[in-house]
């Protein structure tokens, strides 16, 4: 009888196989010290440390919401950081902190911190946004950097204790070797 069973369960087992490996999966999470995504073509040294959490591949067709591409987390301390990278339908040129207060990254709420700044990232046109908000109980910093690409916008993101400068050093490190194909 047990061998029945176990012959039962291996065939429906192989039976059932075929069919999973027709569903999406997602990319293997696995550190790595570059980050490549050749479909959007970019590229980006990770910050030193930090663990990689999230990875996705970007889906065909219109953006309906941000899509985060990676995602890097570092604790030290008290203080907890993250580092992402997202893609959007938020044209070249339009407001992206007005695109994101529509369309959230996360339940915070976020203030504008100055104006943005026009910089160049290894001979690519960028723009800088930073924001303040508490998370937690906690004074947080989030800083943008935004890249043009066709119809899309593509961002770096490092949200960080305001306290917190040696993880916005490593994250700044990460978007000065963004390369893009």
Not at 29 to 38: C, F, I, K, P
Not at 110 to 137: C, F, I, L, S
Not at 149 to 168: E, I
Request: with cysteine.
């Amino acid at each position: 009888m047990t061998r029945r069973v176990a012959a039962l369960g291996l065939a429906a087992c192989l039976a059932a196989a075929p069919g999973c490996q027709d569903r999406p999966r997602a990319p293997a999470l696995a550190n790595e010290t570059v980050y490549q995504n050749d479909a959007v073509g970019v590229a980006f040294v990770t910050p030193e440390g930090w663990t990689l959490y999230a990875k996705t591949t970007l889906p065909p067709g219109k953006l309906d919401r941000p899509i985060r591409l990676t995602a890097y987390g570092h604790a030290a301390d008290k203080f907890h950081a993250e580092f992402e990278l997202y893609a959007a339908e938020a044209p070249p040129g339009s407001d992206l902190l007005a695109y994101l207060a529509t369309h959230k990254l996360g339940p915070e709420a976020w203030t504008a911190v100055g104006q943005p700044t026009a910089e160049t990232v290894r001979g690519v046109a960028a723009t800088r946004y930073v924001q303040a908000g508490v998370k937690a109980d906690a004074k947080m910093r989030r800083e943008i950097v935004a890249f043009p690409r066709g119809d899309r916008q593509f961002f770096l993101c490092v949200t960080h204790h305001v306290d917190d400068t040696q993880a916005l050093d490593q994250a700044r490190k990460s978007v000065e070797s963004v390369t893009w194909k």
